[in-house]
């Protein structure tokens, strides 16, 4: 059941941030047994560890914490679907990005609001940061200059840098595609699709799709006011600007089609919408012109773009969204905690388009192995198996590729990286436990994903 009809997530959402003023805190990893112990956490005994960094840096990834730690980076120039809300008011959305890398990936994760929206003032900026952490995750940027930012800084940095909005978001409709297509016996490289928003998700997807082999020929991508094409005047006059978008222009749509949505959905096999809430946005007779088992996956948030109902009588075999309460919700993430738990476990220096793929097969062959159906093509976000094998998959990769500075073998890294994910867990339990975390007043106790609560916060809900 929806749990909107009972929940609302407006005062519970204000009630409890307001409790605990915030989501996230430092808390030490070492011992502190007394005063004297802070002779060899700081000075002096701290100077010997500096003077081994600065003999060989590398040091650094044995002696700190840089190895395990990610900045989670926003100008707030695109916050949620709310627009260009500025640096504050990103704050709430990257500070829930870092639970969510703890809980799931065992990865420490700072939330870093910049006041400056010029991208090149802010790749600098972030490469004056950069030695602190040992990756950079891009949140909530608006395009085009995501892509800008993120090509600069894959070029300019020697640790992983990823676009969650991008990359995380193509990796998870990735692994639901794989699922789909093998449900529907179709090829990717025959594949065709309609790709509904020009946005930073689907320009990524676009992109992925293309390295996994899908033909751009046979991608229909519609934007704001229409099918993108070569004729495209407007986004000739803006290629400089918006290169990304012009591309897509002259590598996609090999039929040369106009018009709007409608007309790009016509016989493909596959819909990609991640454009504007909806409903109404995809209409069901459209879907009624694809080819034989459509798939629909509709993203947009809080509403996606066609209910999925709709889109079943219409035709479609199988439809993913981008909420919990539907099935085969195509969530990223599934994806960006294992990526970073795997490549910081083995030091990676970058995270490219083949750890992408290799996330996105490991997450569909999780499905296979746990049946694969029509309404489970993709994990859901509380099968925490999940997240042990896809970074373990990632870990390995990278060490194929050899773009990892840290070799380890399969058995000891599996054992690391379940340490260190169900460690954060189990902290988390401990200090919930101890009272140390306490409850906001008049319930809301949160066990085994089953919300309960009462009094001002909300109405009692069980599973």
Same mark, same amino acid.
């Not at 995380?168 to 409709?173: E, K, M, Q, R």
């Given at each position: 059941?929806?749990?909107?009809?009972?929940?609302?997530?407006?005062?519970?959402?204000?009630?409890?941030?307001?409790?605990?003023?915030?989501?996230?805190?430092?808390?030490?990893?070492?011992?502190?047994?007394?005063?004297?112990?802070?002779?060899?956490?700081?000075?002096?005994?701290?100077?010997?560890?500096?003077?081994?960094?600065?003999?060989?840096?590398?040091?650094?990834?044995?002696?700190?914490?840089?190895?395990?730690?990610?900045?989670?980076?926003?100008?707030?120039?695109?916050?949620?679907?709310?627009?260009?809300?500025?640096?504050?008011?990103?704050?709430?959305?990257?500070?829930?990005?870092?639970?969510?890398?703890?809980?799931?990936?065992?990865?420490?994760?700072?939330?870093?609001?910049?006041?400056?929206?010029?991208?090149?003032?802010?790749?600098?900026?972030?490469?004056?940061?950069?030695?602190?952490?040992?990756?950079?995750?891009?949140?909530?940027?608006?395009?085009?200059?995501?892509?800008?930012?993120?090509?600069?800084?894959?070029?300019?940095?020697?640790?992983?840098?990823?676009?969650?909005?991008?990359?995380?978001?193509?990796?998870?409709?990735?692994?639901?595609?794989?699922?789909?297509?093998?449900?529907?016996?179709?090829?990717?490289?025959?594949?065709?699709?309609?790709?509904?928003?020009?946005?930073?998700?689907?320009?990524?997807?676009?992109?992925?799709?293309?390295?996994?082999?899908?033909?751009?020929?046979?991608?229909?991508?519609?934007?704001?006011?229409?099918?993108?094409?070569?004729?495209?005047?407007?986004?000739?006059?803006?290629?400089?600007?918006?290169?990304?978008?012009?591309?897509?222009?002259?590598?996609?749509?090999?039929?040369?089609?106009?018009?709007?949505? $409608?007309?790009? !959905?016509?016989?493909?096999?596959? #819909?990609? /919408? =991640?454009?504007?809430?909806?409903?109404?946005?995809? +209409? *069901?007779?459209?879907?009624?012109?694809?080819?034989?088992?459509?798939?629909?996956?509709?993203?947009?948030?809080?509403?996606?773009?066609?209910?999925?109902?709709?889109?079943?009588?219409?035709?479609?075999?199988?439809?993913?969204?981008?909420?919990?309460?539907?099935?085969?919700?195509?969530?990223?993430?599934?994806?960006?905690?294992?990526?970073?738990?795997?490549?910081?476990?083995?030091? $990676?220096?970058? !995270?490219?388009?083949?750890?992408? #793929?290799? /996330? =996105?097969?490991?997450?569909?062959?999780?499905?296979? +192995? *746990?049946?694969?159906?029509?309404?489970?093509?993709?994990?859901?976000?509380?099968?925490?198996?999940?997240?042990?094998?896809?970074?373990?998959?990632?870990?390995?990769?990278?060490?194929?590729?050899?773009?990892?500075?840290?070799?380890?073998?399969?058995?000891?890294?599996?054992?690391?990286?379940?340490?260190?994910?169900?460690?954060?867990?189990?902290?988390?339990?401990?200090?919930?436990?101890?009272?140390? !975390?306490?409850?906001?007043?008049?319930?809301?106790?949160?066990?085994?994903?089953?919300?309960?609560?009462?009094? *001002?916060?909300?109405?009692?809900?069980?599973?």
């Amino acid at each position: 059941m929806n749990r909107e009809n009972y929940y609302n997530y407006k005062d519970v959402a204000l009630g409890w941030h307001r409790f605990y003023g915030g989501k996230i805190e430092i808390l030490p990893k070492c011992i502190i047994r007394d005063a004297n112990d802070f002779s060899i956490w700081y000075t002096p005994g701290v100077a010997e560890t500096s003077i081994e960094i600065r003999n060989n840096p590398d040091k650094v990834y044995e002696l700190t914490n840089k190895w395990n730690t990610v900045a989670i980076i926003s100008d707030g120039s695109r916050t949620l679907g709310l627009g260009n809300t500025g640096p504050l008011s990103v704050l709430p959305v990257l500070e829930g990005k870092s639970l969510l890398f703890k809980y799931l990936g065992g990865v420490d994760a700072f939330p870093i609001v910049l006041s400056e929206q010029d991208p090149n003032r802010i790749v600098e900026i972030i490469k004056s940061i950069s030695p602190s952490f040992g990756g950079i995750n891009l949140e909530d940027i608006s395009t085009p200059k995501c892509f800008y930012i993120l090509n600069r800084l894959k070029n300019e940095l020697d640790i992983p840098v990823w676009h969650d909005d991008q990359l995380g978001t193509a990796t998870a409709t990735l692994a639901a595609l794989f699922n789909a297509l093998e449900i529907v016996g179709k090829d990717i490289s025959d594949t065709k699709f309609a790709i509904i928003g020009a946005g930073a998700a689907n320009i990524a997807t676009i992109n992925l799709l293309s390295y996994a082999g899908a033909n751009p020929k046979n991608m229909y991508v519609v934007d704001s006011k229409g099918i993108l094409h070569p004729n495209r005047k407007d986004l000739e006059n803006k290629k400089d600007y918006n290169p990304y978008k012009w591309r897509l222009c002259l590598e996609t749509n090999g039929e040369r089609r106009i018009g709007g949505i $409608a007309e790009a !959905i016509v016989k493909t096999d596959v #819909i990609i /919408a =991640a454009s504007r809430p909806g409903p109404g946005i995809i +209409k *069901k007779e459209w879907i009624e012109n694809m080819n034989s088992e459509p798939i629909v996956f509709a993203l947009a948030n809080p509403i996606p773009e066609i209910w999925p109902w709709e889109a079943k009588e219409a035709g479609a075999r199988i439809v993913g969204t981008g909420r919990s309460d539907f099935p085969n919700q195509i969530n990223n993430s599934l994806v960006f905690p294992s990526i970073f738990r795997g490549v910081f476990s083995v030091g $990676a220096r970058i !995270i490219n388009e083949d750890l992408c #793929i290799t /996330a =996105a097969k490991t997450l569909a062959n999780f499905v296979k +192995k *746990k049946g694969l159906k029509d309404e489970y093509i993709i994990p859901r976000m509380a099968d925490f198996d999940v997240y042990y094998d896809v970074s373990l998959a990632v870990a390995l990769k990278a060490m194929e590729l050899g773009i990892a500075r840290r070799r380890i073998s399969e058995e000891e890294l599996c054992a690391e990286i379940r340490k260190l994910i169900h460690g954060a867990k189990e902290k988390i339990r401990t200090l919930i436990d101890h009272g140390l !975390i306490r409850f906001p007043p008049e319930g809301g106790r949160c066990e085994d994903s089953t919300l309960r609560w009462n009094g *001002k916060f909300g109405k009692r809900f069980s599973n």
